[in-house]
């Protein structure tokens, strides 16, 4: 029996991710896989990634019982609120867990790319506090629509360097980052944010981000969730919290970006409206056209605005582990503001997508 928890030895979850780089990184990819391998049966790793999670994140974070916002959409809704992580995100997790193994690989050199910015400011927020060299890739459009996160990032140590190529988001951003690592792997660890890239990264992310599904079991005791759901650009946070209940018989639902409508081809809905194709170094579904050229995704959030997705998630759709819905920039945007005003908690555009699908489901 196939294990559906880990990757085969190729790296490739089903038909999904593998290892699609350059020559020159496929020595660093297959260190990076052997030293994680290493680092996550370590105790002294383990011990030191956990109390970080604890004492600096400030890890578990609370999952909240939404009684205004269940009341209005005639359901019982819990929150969890990885917003109160040092940073405001989930992020953190991963970039702890990345840093640490960069200090442990002696790279004294960390990069990153940023959608949003919660990734930068995350990884920038990781190499202050392990005395680590950064520099984050962030698209020009994304650093005008999140200039507040580009402030936080410099006032942490880290250089922020605008990349003007393509149409200035996410996935240019993260063709900038590869980049820079073909020509610095020697002396650099390259963070990717999501469980996406070639392998080991989808597997890596994902168990650094598993805490979160690890927590909501414990947190949830006997109570048993008709549904999980989360929202899905690259798909870190829906993993996180997905994978802890692979078996569990529990419906997951991710919710991708429909941006302004899918018929208008402006959206980021690569599982939904996709193809299989390789996209930064792993075979998954993507946005491309008949010659196999990156169609453009488009998302009033950033950090869903992304043409690709992680592999994990591609191999989960086609063996019906878990199932892939999408809602519009306007949805998004009526849901952010309905959280907003029935919970006091103002949400990422990115979290909104799943709060917008549960309530046009109520409707």
Not at 286 to 307: F, N, R, T
């Given at each position: ?14 038909d999904?991710?593998g290892?699609?780089?350059?020559e020159?990184?496929m ?31 400030g ?43 960069a ?18 400011v ?6 202050a ?32 360097i ?6 200035g ?6 063709s ?17 944010g ?5 392998h080991?990264f ?30 899905v ?6 993993m ?5 209940f692979?078996?569990a018989?529990?419906?997951?639902v991710?919710?991708?970006?429909a ?18 194709g390789?996209?930064?170094?792993a ?35 086609d ?37 917008a ?7």
């Amino acid at each position: 029996m196939t294990d559906i928890t880990m990757p085969d030895r190729s790296g490739r979850f089903g038909d999904f991710g593998g290892r699609y780089a350059p020559e020159t990184l496929m020595t660093a990819l297959a260190e990076l896989e052997e030293a994680f391998a290493e680092a996550w049966v370590d105790p002294l790793f383990l011990s030191e990634y956990h109390r970080l999670l604890r004492e600096f994140v400030g890890r578990p974070s609370p999952l909240y019982q939404a009684n205004r916002l269940s009341e209005q959409l005639g359901m019982r809704i819990l929150l969890k609120r990885e917003d109160l992580n040092h940073t405001g995100a989930h992020k953190i997790n991963n970039t702890i867990g990345q840093g640490l193994l960069a200090r442990r690989m002696g790279k004294e050199r960390i990069i990153a790319e940023t959608g949003a910015g919660q990734h930068g400011v995350a990884s920038a927020t990781a190499a202050a506090a392990l005395g680590l060299e950064c520099q984050v890739y962030m698209g020009a459009k994304d650093m005008e629509r999140q200039s507040l996160n580009v402030v936080r990032m410099q006032l942490l140590g880290t250089e922020v360097i605008p990349v003007t190529s393509g149409a200035g988001t996410l996935k240019d951003a993260v063709s900038e980052a590869m980049r820079d690592w073909v020509g610095s792997v020697e002396t650099t660890h390259y963070i990717i944010g999501s469980v996406v890239g070639p392998h080991p990264f989808p597997l890596m992310v994902r168990e650094f981000q598993k805490v979160i599904g690890e927590e909501v079991a414990d947190q949830l005791g006997d109570l048993r969730p008709d549904l999980i759901v989360a929202c899905v650009g690259g798909g870190s946070n829906a993993m996180g919290i997905f994978f802890p209940f692979l078996e569990a018989g529990i419906e997951l639902v991710g919710v991708e970006a429909a941006g302004e409508g899918i018929e208008s081809g402006k959206h980021g809905a690569s599982l939904g409206h996709g193809t299989p194709g390789v996209l930064h170094g792993a075979r998954t579904y993507m946005l491309q056209d008949d010659q196999g050229q990156v169609h453009e995704a488009h998302s009033i959030s950033a950090g869903l605005d992304y043409p690709g997705v992680g592999p994990e998630h591609a191999y989960f759709q086609d063996s019906g582990l878990a199932r892939y819905e999408s809602v519009s920039d306007t949805e998004a945007v009526e849901a952010f503001h309905l959280l907003s005003r029935t919970e006091g908690i103002i949400p990422a555009l990115e979290s909104a997508h799943a709060i917008a699908w549960l309530q046009r489901e109520a409707a």
